[in-house]
């Protein structure tokens, strides 16, 4: 099946720092999300982003479906963007999802 | 508009006893899934419903793992019987279109001792 990795595992970061979350599959998948799950365990969706570019305030997000990775950025980073990030990929409806990269940000 | 709703919130058994989950969709949304996420883990896929049919159950347990969603609303997931590797959390996503995303419930944690 399709694999996918995620980088780095664990990221700890000073409030206001930014960040780069990478998300790298070993086939070609045709749909990819980003989540967050945040320390009480609920998981948000962030973005649904096959391929491109798209941006959510202090968070974007871009897909090179071609080249097999996406990337999730974190802007001025708050306390409250702790928690764990995944990113899902699949095909039709179904996802899958990678082993996360937990984050924790300082103040 | 109202969350996924998921009960319990928690569930503590011994192993070998049965237990059950209920989750209740968006309105609308003809998708629902079954997640289980162990410690440490991301979710990991193990059935999806387009409304009251199966599309993929190919990693239920189905020995003992079944799920059902009657008139393509509300659903629940069983284990018959428990073991101590089925501890963990279950959760329930729905969507109206892939485009939009998934919904997660806050879902259940499982603890079987």
């Known amino acids: 099946g399709i694999q996918v990795e995620q980088s780095p595992p664990d990221l700890i970061l000073q409030e206001g720092a930014n960040s780069t979350l990478r998300c790298n599959f070993s086939?070609?998948?045709?749909?990819l999300q980003w989540f967050h799950q945040n320390p009480w365990g609920q998981l948000i969706n962030l973005f649904y982003i096959p391929s491109g570019t798209k941006q959510n305030g202090r968070l974007s997000a871009t897909t090179v479906a071609t080249e097999r990775y996406s990337l999730l950025y974190i802007s001025s980073s708050q306390t409250t963007d702790s928690g764990v990030y995944f990113c899902?990929?699949?095909?039709?409806?179904?996802?899958?999802f990678g082993t996360g990269t937990s984050l924790t940000v300082i103040p | 508009e109202a969350g996924v709703a998921q009960s319990p919130r928690y569930k503590i058994i011994e192993k070998r006893q049965s237990v059950a989950f209920w989750c209740n969709p968006i309105s609308g949304h003809a998708t629902l899934y079954w997640y289980q996420q162990i410690l440490g883990q991301g979710p990991k896929l193990l059935i999806q419903f387009q409304n009251n049919g199966v599309v993929d159950d190919s990693q239920l347990p189905k020995d003992r793992f079944s799920a059902e969603r009657l008139k393509g609303v509300d659903s629940t997931l069983k284990i018959q019987p428990a073991k101590l590797e089925d501890s963990a959390v279950y959760l329930c996503?729905?969507?109206?279109?892939?485009?939009?995303?998934?919904?997660f419930g806050s879902g259940t944690r499982l603890t079987v001792v």
């Open positions: 996503a729905s969507s109206y279109d892939i485009v939009y995303g998934y919904t």
């Open positions: 086939d070609s998948v045709n749909n």
């Open positions: 899902a990929f699949g095909t039709g409806n179904q996802f899958y």
